[in-house]
């Protein structure tokens, strides 16, 4: 068969490699385990352990792991200090990509492509991010940095680096289901992008910034961010049915509904309503989850469009204090564990990703001489 005859636009349909870390047929499931029982019974530690190493870990395997990312959590100085000079309203999510080059330059490992180096590799950043995301938060701000503390798991440790406090143990838990909901995805556009950078044998910290620019992108992880403003834009329960259906009218599209997948609703959206319910309710704020409501309703009646994952995302990360700006970067939080178990597996098979295009410039011609050119 030619390439020609298997061309599809944005390789829709398209089978581009083969996976065992996670499936979307039949339902989300990492490694077999469907991400609906992960989010009741596991913890976000216990999920990267299980996409890093394939099963989930025994008691003493989950504390020799939580060890390790712990001790690999404090970020260079030489970081902290690049973060004091970068130019103020830098996009959070551009940081974040220049923290991870940054981190690859002092990584004992970066130039190893073994596989237990990617493995120490993937725990370090684990380990990092949060602290990165966190000080960079803080920095912006004009605030002093907030380290982590041993004793915090590290859901906790985010908050508490973020506010100053320690959380409740509910946001904590909070904060945990949702980054066991976005730890992984199959082949999305930001994973593609890993896979292809380390499929040339560059190296994991690579892959892990170019993943990053590409979850930056609003069709991507960036579309948690717009729920939020449109959210507001919708205003008050009262106005909301009126403002969605001009949207439609307009034939705008509402961010946070319809999936490529998932046609009869995405079971992480449900699952993080719930949890969005109650940090509202916990705050005595319910405004916004009510305005939510009715444009579900007239989302569903008009259009039979169902909730995404950014849907109620946004809503709990409000609930819970976090301004919108750090939404993308929480998403990374959790899922540069997926994309790191993706370079692993990639690399363990490898062959380089690269595909064929359809040409369609000029036809063959020649070149004229400068000076008869027009
Ligand atoms: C996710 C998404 C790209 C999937 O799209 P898709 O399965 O390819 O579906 P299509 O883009 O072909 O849309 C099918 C129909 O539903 C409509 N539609 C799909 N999503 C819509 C949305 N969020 N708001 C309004 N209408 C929407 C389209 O306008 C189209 O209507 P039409 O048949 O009257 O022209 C799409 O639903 C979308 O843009 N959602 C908003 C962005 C978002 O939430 N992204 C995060 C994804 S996890």
Redesign the pocket.
């Known amino acids: 068969m030619s390439t020609a005859e298997i061309y599809s636009p944005g390789l829709e349909g398209v089978l581009a490699g083969e996976t065992a870390i996670s499936t979307v047929e039949g339902g989300l499931r990492y490694r077999g385990y469907p991400v609906t029982e992960l989010a009741e019974k596991a913890t976000f530690d216990e999920v990267a352990y299980l996409l890093l190493q394939g099963e989930l870990p025994s008691a003493p395997q989950l504390a020799d792991f939580r060890t390790r990312v712990r001790e690999a959590q404090a970020i260079p100085e030489a970081l902290e200090e690049l973060l004091c000079t970068l130019p103020p309203g830098t996009n959070s999510m551009d940081v974040l990509r220049t923290s991870v080059s940054v981190l690859a330059h002092f990584d004992p490992d970066t130039n190893d492509n073994s596989h237990t180096a990617n493995v120490r590799k993937a725990e370090r950043l684990l380990g990092q991010i949060p602290v990165a995301i966190a000080a960079n938060y803080r920095v912006s701000r004009g605030k002093q940095i907030i380290r982590p503390r041993p004793e915090f798991s590290r859901e906790a440790n985010f908050l508490y680096m973020i506010h100053g406090r320690e959380p409740s143990p509910a946001e904590a838990r909070a904060l945990d289901v949702s980054l066991i909901l976005y730890a992984e995805h199959e082949f999305n556009a930001s994973t593609f992008a890993a896979r292809v950078v380390c499929s040339t044998e560059s190296d994991l910290h690579s892959s892990i910034a170019a993943a990053i620019g590409a979850l930056k992108g609003r ?2 992880g960036g ?1 948690n961010e717009m ?1 939020m403003e449109q959210l507001h834009a919708a205003g008050t329960p009262e106005t909301a049915e009126k403002w969605t259906l001009d ?2 009218a307009r ?10 997948v998932y046609k009869t609703g ?1 079971v992480r959206a449900r699952i993080l309503k719930v949890q969005a319910r109650q940090a509202a309710e916990a705050t005595g704020q319910t405004k916004l989850e009510q305005t939510a409501e009715v444009i579900e309703k007239v ?1 569903e009646r008009e ?1 039979k ?1 169902l909730p ?4 109620p995302i946004g809503r709990l990360y409000h609930a819970m204090g976090l301004e919108v700006s750090l939404n993308t970067p929480i998403f990374v939080m959790s899922r540069v564990v997926g994309w790191s178990a993706h370079v692993i597996e990639q690399l363990n098979n490898n062959r380089l990703i690269r595909p064929r295009a359809r040409y369609t410039g000029p036809a063959v011609r020649t070149v004229k001489p400068l000076a008869s050119r027009k």
């Not at 705008?252 to 509904?257: A, D, L, Q, W």
């Open positions: 069709l991507h579309a729920v949207m439609l034939k705008e599209r509402i961010m946070g509904f319809g999936h490529r995405d989302m259009k469009l995404n994952l950014d849907w």
